[in-house]
């Protein structure tokens, strides 16, 4: 195992994942420049880098915080291959570069085995997540002005794309809900497993209390702020990356954060807790419980509103029978949706078949009409593209 100091902060989207990124560099800055920084020209800064995409999914802490590598991106949680519901959890559809782009990333550094904390007692990660029914508002929302337009778009069985009508279709009719359940459920039961190793912070808490929410996050990670200085800087980070401050960025850059929003859209929103009782009726709140208690998840378990006497304990007198029904109805989607996979991805690799075919009678007529010298490079295309041509087929047969 290696002797390199690793660490995650794994976040559901929409869930506070740029406020790690911004709160982590700005900590790292003020460190660094502990006694050489002036408030005014520390704000330029932080504009110039967000508008200039140096604030990244990797970074290095070294000499401040004592970690070789911290990753902050969507992921899900690396290890977990074994559970009761694991074979169910795995069937469930998802958009993996939404919900977990991240894992990609770290296997692009050869680290993700290292993140694993069945093999690596040192590692330490951090998951944020949100209550379920505030983050399908919020993701909602953000998409309808993404620059990626196709996620606007949900899978048809005939692996045709159609708009998203509205928040219900969004949830229950393409892989949202589910994507929940697969990001939540793997964190919630390696946490169970790897207290030591683990830490479980919601959205809810960070940004009611971000004083005691990333206090708690370095002192996870091993990086306390155990002096006056850091404490004093510790504080003044908070103050750079608050939502106030963040939203006068996004005025002065008069675009978003991260610029994944058209025109001037911005990304730091209202963040409400408990904004989704505008959107969801009773019925579907029903719905929602009923399928994540398949796989022994409660709306219960998490903060629902900002008032500490608010319950939803009726959900406990759903009946069996309702609940059966709501989960057979959301396997016949997930079905649904792996077979609208499946058909696009064999219309994929067909169109990527002719492709090949197109260009392979082009080489051959060239190579027809040149000298030997100069067609020795276009064979060796050719072969190229034979070998790529076998690739497909074989995926092809893999689909059969």
Same mark, same amino acid.
């Given at each position: 195992?290696?002797?390199?100091?690793?660490?995650?902060?794994?976040?559901?989207?929409?869930?506070?994942?740029?406020?790690?990124?911004?709160?982590?560099?700005?900590?790292?800055?003020?460190?660094?420049?502990?006694?050489d920084y002036s408030p005014d020209q520390f704000q330029a800064d932080l504009i110039q880098a967000l508008d200039n995409h140096k604030i990244t999914e990797v970074s290095a802490h070294q000499t401040t915080l004592n970690i070789d590598r911290?990753?902050?991106?969507?992921?899900?949680?690396?290890?977990? @291959?074994?559970?009761? #519901?694991? !074979?169910?959890?795995?069937?469930? %559809?998802?958009?993996a570069s939404s919900y977990n782009g991240g894992e990609e990333l770290i296997?692009?550094? @050869?680290?993700?085995? #290292?993140? !694993?904390?069945?093999?690596?007692? %040192?590692?330490?990660?951090?998951?944020?997540?949100?209550?379920?029914?505030?983050?399908?508002?919020?993701?909602?929302k953000h998409i309808q002005y993404h620059i990626d337009d196709h996620q606007r778009y949900k899978l048809q069985p005939d692996g045709t794309s159609v708009l998203i009508k509205d928040l219900h279709d969004f949830v229950f009719e393409s892989d949202k809900l589910s994507a929940f359940i697969k990001h939540y459920y793997s964190f919630k039961n390696m946490q169970i497993r790897y207290p030591q190793q683990i830490m479980l912070m919601s959205y809810e808490n960070l940004t009611t209390d971000p004083y005691q929410g990333f206090y708690n996050m370095l002192s996870f990670l091993g990086a306390t702020p155990d002096t006056q200085m850091k404490l004093r800087l510790f504080k003044e980070v908070l103050a750079f990356s608050a939502k106030d401050s963040l939203g006068a960025i996004e005025s002065t850059l008069n675009k978003s954060l991260v610029g994944d929003q058209v025109g001037n859209e911005k990304h730091i929103r209202g963040g409400e807790v408990g904004k989704w009782q505008r959107y969801f009726t009773p019925a579907e709140v029903v719905k929602i419980e009923s399928i994540l208690n398949r796989f022994n998840i409660s709306l219960q378990?998490?903060?629902?509103?900002?008032?500490?006497n608010f319950t939803l304990s009726w959900l406990?007198?759903?009946?069996?029978?309702?609940?059966?029904?709501?989960?057979?109805?959301?396997?016949?989607?997930?079905?649904?949706?792996?077979k609208s996979k499946l058909t696009l991805a064999k219309k994929t690799i067909k169109n990527k078949q002719i492709e090949?075919?197109?260009?392979?009678?082009?080489?051959?007529?060239?190579?027809?009409?040149?000298?030997?010298?100069?067609?020795?490079?276009?064979?060796?295309?050719?072969?190229?593209?034979?070998?790529?041509?076998?690739?497909?087929?074989?995926?092809?047969?893999?689909?059969q």
């Open positions: 195992m290696s002797d390199k100091k690793i660490a995650l902060i794994a976040t559901l989207p929409k869930s506070g994942t740029w406020y790690a990124h911004i709160f982590f560099w700005c900590y790292e800055q003020l460190l660094m420049r502990a006694g911290l990753f902050i991106c969507h992921s899900l949680c690396p290890g977990f @291959n074994q559970d009761e #519901l694991y !074979d169910l959890w795995g069937s469930l %559809n998802y958009p296997r692009y550094y @050869n680290e993700w085995d #290292l993140l !694993d904390p069945q093999h690596n007692p %040192n590692v330490r990660i951090v998951y944020l997540y949100r209550n379920p029914l505030d983050h399908f508002v919020s993701y909602y378990e998490f903060q629902l509103t900002n008032d500490k406990a007198d759903i009946e069996d029978n309702q609940k059966q029904d709501y989960q057979a109805e959301f396997f016949e989607n997930q079905l649904l949706l792996s090949i075919q197109v260009l392979q009678d082009k080489l051959e007529k060239q190579q027809a009409s040149l000298s030997w010298r100069i067609t020795l490079p276009l064979r060796e295309i050719k072969l190229w593209l034979k070998n790529i041509k076998a690739k497909y087929a074989r995926k092809i047969r893999e689909f």
